[in-house]
């Protein structure tokens, strides 16, 4: 059974950066399919950024590129978010999710993707 738990989320102001982790048990995540996905009051939730399993291959939301970067420690078993230039409509509860499988790359922004997934942690962005 994998288990994903988020941390890092806060309030910050508009510009500033936050580095979001997602520490994995249960399965060395080089095994799986990891993503962000994020959700804003009232809205559905959409995928942010995510790596493939084996070598992680990175792809991200069109809505981040260029500000959100995802990354991956094999050693401790985490993925990392590290969100820049942060503006309001980037708040909302982050959640990381995992697959077991190998996603194709235009099924990384599905949610029915992933088999297992974190409980989320907040982003706030305002001044």
């Not at 996905?37 to 399993?53: I, N, W, Y």
């Not at 291959?57 to 230039?85: C, E, H, I, P, W």
Request: net charge positive; glycine share 12%; aromatic share 8%.
């Amino acid at each position: 059974q994998v288990q994903l738990v988020e941390s890092g989320g806060g309030l910050v102001q508009p510009g500033g950066s936050l580095r979001l982790s997602c520490a994995v048990s249960g399965r060395p995540v080089s095994t799986l399919a990891v993503a962000w996905f994020r959700q804003a009051p009232g809205k559905e939730r959409e995928f942010a950024a995510g790596l493939k399993r084996g070598m992680g291959t990175t792809y991200s939301a069109n809505s981040v590129k260029g500000r959100f970067t995802v990354s991956r420690d094999n050693g401790q078993n985490t993925v990392y978010l590290q969100m820049n230039s942060l503006n309001p409509e980037d708040s909302g509860v982050y959640h990381c999710a995992a697959a077991s499988g190998s996603p194709i790359v235009s099924s990384l922004s599905v949610t029915s993707t992933y088999d297992w997934w974190g409980q989320g942690t907040q982003v706030t962005v305002s001044s």
